[in-house]
């Protein structure tokens, strides 16, 4: 607590900024843990199509509720309409997951690019507070300088500390939502140039 009250405002908005992004990064992982993505599936139902008919298994994959099958049975009901008919049915089909993988990770960029220059602001208003003792009563009044020197340093380090590790985390959540798309995108698309080449 101690450390929080030496820091000052600056502190406290920091601290408020990085339980902030841990609650988004947290929510991200959990939501693409509960998203499957599976490409040896996708070569085994190419296989299936040789063999089976293509309607009987456009209605097994809706009956599921994963989005990869959701896009293969539009992809095998719609092959041979036009590509941007196609288009427009897949996305308006996973608009609504795209939109929730993707929303709130500019929010991570802002935060991590923020939490150092507010720890620099910490720093500056530390260091403020020291030159403004020492202007005052010399160095005679120790107390009031290391209370100014600490804010300074534990602003710098909590801004740091927050924005290193996401860093780190908006480029693992960033990609692995960009894998999401790119492997939805390929469903269809592999689906339908095989059907089309039959």
Known sequence: MSILLAGGWVLWVIMGLSVTAC???VQKIWLLRTIPMDTRWL????SQLNTS???SISQELKRSPRMDYQLAAIAIDHFQSDDTVIA???QARSRAIRERLASQIDYLTIIGTVAPVLGLLGT????MDVFSVLSAHGVEQTTVLSAGISKALITTVAGLSLAVPLLFANQ???STVHRHIGYWNEVPTQIIAHLRGL
């Open 88 to 90: 427009a049915k897949l």
């Open 124 to 127: 500056v208003l530390g260091l």
């Open 172 to 174: 693992y959540v960033s």
């Open 43 to 46: 070569g085994g139902l190419i």
């Open 53 to 55: 008919t293509a309607a």
């Open 23 to 25: 609650a988004i990064v």
